[in-house]
């Protein structure tokens, strides 16, 4: 009787554990090579019909100066896609992840600005001169965030700067608005029609108690947004810019559900307050 007591109990115990949203192990390997092949493939296909970030709108020519879209070649060859915030006419902020994760390493990247296409027009950058954050935690993303350094690029009315943050707001309630070349739906991967131009959302930013709800371990140098609704960043989209009114840079995105990005589950950013003083040393 008492091992069976102890074996309901032992039962019980483990069900009470929380079970928390998965997040990808490999992002070049699970989304950003696949999601490079499909833009590519968009592109070259010219299907820019823009009627398919998931549950956002597309972007015009211009409507974000700031917004850097990364072509990465890996050092195992292929190409793999990300996104960035320009800060200055030679500096840019991305996720560290973007160039190292896991067993994937970026050999060199092109900073493609001043477009709403990933592998055509605009003005193309290529580099090598990546530095990520050194506590940078590529298991669970803590301290998700690199810095780019660029030749100059002279700024006009489609390519510019972002501002940082001041103070130590925590943006909680506040709408924000992401960009990315990323995903506009789940199970869309080989879909080549699913987005092939720069697209943008609104999101609320909420609070980390209510993100680690569902990933567990949040930092607090992390910022989360809602998913209501079905709206979210999504594959590929991982270090383009979540920004306020300003424009300021508050997120550098980071992860989501690995299960999906129209699930309802919130999206992680490398909160910018946290990084400002790292961010502004490299500047």
Not at 167 to 182: E, M, P
Not at 185 to 207: E, K, P
Not at 273 to 280: E, K, L, Q, Y
């Amino acid at each position: 009787m008492r091992l069976i007591l102890v074996v309901l109990l032992l039962a019980v115990a483990a069900s009470a554990v929380p079970q928390y949203e998965p997040i990808f192990t490999d992002y070049h390997n699970q989304i950003g090579i696949l999601e490079a092949a499909r833009i590519k493939a968009a592109e070259e296909a010219m299907d820019f019909d823009g009627s398919r970030i998931a549950g956002g709108a597309v972007s015009g020519l211009g409507q974000f100066p700031f917004f850097g879209g990364l072509l990465i070649t890996l050092m195992h060859g292929p190409t793999s896609v990300c996104g960035s915030s320009v800060l200055s006419n030679t500096r840019a902020v991305t996720a560290a992840h973007c160039w190292r994760h896991h067993e994937s390493r970026g050999r060199i990247l092109t900073i493609v600005l001043g477009s709403t296409r990933l592998f055509s027009g605009g003005t193309r950058v290529s580099t090598n001169r990546v530095v990520i954050h050194d506590s940078y935690h590529d298991s669970i993303l803590a301290n998700d965030v690199a810095m780019i350094t660029f030749n100059h690029v002279a700024f006009s009315n489609i390519i510019n700067r972002i501002n940082l943050p001041a103070g130590a707001a925590t943006y909680v309630g506040w709408n924000a608005v992401a960009v990315g070349f990323g995903r506009t739906g789940d199970g869309a991967a080989g879909n080549i029609n699913n987005n092939q131009v720069l697209r943008h959302v609104t999101l609320q930013v909420i609070s980390n108690d209510e993100c680690r709800r569902t990933f567990g371990n949040v930092m607090a140098s992390t910022l989360c947004t809602s998913g209501a609704g079905g709206r979210s960043t999504c594959g590929g989209d991982s270090g383009g810019p979540l920004w306020v009114s300003g424009p300021a840079l508050i997120g550098i995105t980071s992860f989501g559900s690995n299960l999906g990005c129209q699930r309802g589950f919130p999206a992680a950013y490398a909160r910018v307050t946290s990084f400002v003083a790292w961010i502004r040393a490299r500047m």
